[in-house]
């Protein structure tokens, strides 16, 4: 079974912190998104990844940088936490090519930012 | 960038009733994928079923069969005989055969009431 695991499920931070979200797949996926979702909009793509240190932005960059060192491994990071990015973070993992064209996710961080 | 529209924020069903959930997008494509996903509360998305565009042939799991109206762009869920684990937000998705990104709809929250 492919595995999408997320660092924390549950993540409360102070306005102004640096946040670190961490997302590990096991399936050596070539590409991995992070997603943030909130009520009524629906998954907003953040960034993507299709290689090692290869980042694309989404649809909502601002406010967010990622890394990604190694292949399994993806982060997302906050540089200053700010209360509007509150919200579920969803992290994704899926083939380049093959049969199984799907993402598969992971659990989710809930991020409240005070 | 493709548009996907889940025009339904939230539905009910009784159980072991039929429900259906709507989902259109626009796309200039003419070979791509489609997906509903489905989201417990607090649990992990996972893929319900999936459909590529050059199959003319209705997906169908178990008792979740898509209709796929691809002159309509339409990708609607049925499900049949509906069980209360079956509440969840429902996300319709598109990927392109030729890009990473998917793009999701806003969701349909699905109650099922004993």
């Known amino acids: 079974d492919v595995k999408v695991t997320q660092s924390s499920r549950y993540l409360v931070k102070r306005t102004g912190e640096k946040v670190f979200l961490e997302c590990v797949q096991d399936m050596d996926h070539e590409n991995m998104f992070w997603y943030r979702q909130d009520p009524g909009l629906g998954l907003r793509l953040i960034y993507f990844s299709y290689d090692v240190k290869m980042k694309e932005k989404g649809d909502i960059p601002e406010g967010y940088s990622v890394s990604r060192e190694k292949k399994e491994r993806f982060s997302l990071i906050l540089e200053s936490a700010s209360t509007n990015q509150t919200s579920m973070y969803l992290c994704a993992s899926s083939p380049w090519t093959g049969p199984s064209y799907e993402q598969y996710f992971g659990p989710g961080t809930r991020l409240t930012v005070t | 960038a493709q548009t996907v529209t889940q025009s339904q924020p939230e539905m009910s069903v009784q159980e072991a009733e039929t429900v259906t959930l709507s989902c259109t997008y626009d796309t200039s494509e003419s070979d791509y994928y489609l997906f509903w996903y489905k989201q417990p509360p607090s649990r992990q998305m996972i893929l319900v079923i999936r459909?590529?565009?050059?199959?003319?042939q209705n997906a169908t799991e178990n008792r979740f069969s898509v209709n796929f109206q691809k002159a309509a762009k339409s990708f609607s869920l049925k499900i049949s005989d509906s069980q209360l684990g079956d509440a969840a937000m429902y996300l319709c998705?598109?990927?392109?055969?030729?890009?990473?990104?998917?793009?999701f709809g806003t969701g349909t929250s699905l109650t099922v009431i004993p």
């Open positions: 998705a598109y990927r392109s055969n030729t890009g990473n990104q998917f793009y």
């Open positions: 459909q590529e565009a050059y199959k003319q």
